[in-house]
């Protein structure tokens, strides 16, 4: 069993920084891969960006490329998302989740399918 709580989220101004952290308790988090999902309202969840177990290969979106940056202290079992120059077209729930079929794998997978477990979710709105 994994348990995620997110948060950060918040209201900015469009051009503005946030940065969510996700903290993890459970199965040994050092081990599996991590995503970001978000959904807006009327929309899908989609895929933002993953992280490897290490730390050592990351994966974004199209439209989180250059702007946004995924890490991870896993000596703090945190997964963080450093959103820079967000845009209205930003706003959403982000959810973390882990993807625990890839424990020790170097590749990260986008369909939210694949990730195990799921946070509550954490709103971000930005402001044109």
């Known amino acids: 069993q994994v348990q995620l709580v997110e948060s950060g989220g918040g209201l900015v101004q469009a051009g503005g920084s946030l940065r969510l952290s996700c903290a993890a308790s459970g199965r040994a988090f050092s081990s599996y891969n991590m995503g970001w999902f978000r959904q807006a309202p009327g929309k899908e969840r989609e895929f933002v960006a993953a992280?490897?177990?290490?730390?050592?290969?990351?994966d974004y979106a199209d439209a989180a490329k250059g702007r946004f940056t995924i890490s991870r202290d896993n000596a703090k079992n945190t997964v963080y998302l450093q959103m820079n120059s967000l845009k209205p077209e930003d706003t959403a729930v982000y959810y973390c989740a882990a993807d625990l079929g890839t424990r020790y794998y170097y590749y990260t997978r986008r369909s939210r399918d694949e990730y195990d477990y799921w946070g509550q979710g954490t709103q971000v709105t930005v402001s044109s």
């Open positions: 992280i490897s177990w290490s730390g050592g290969n990351t």
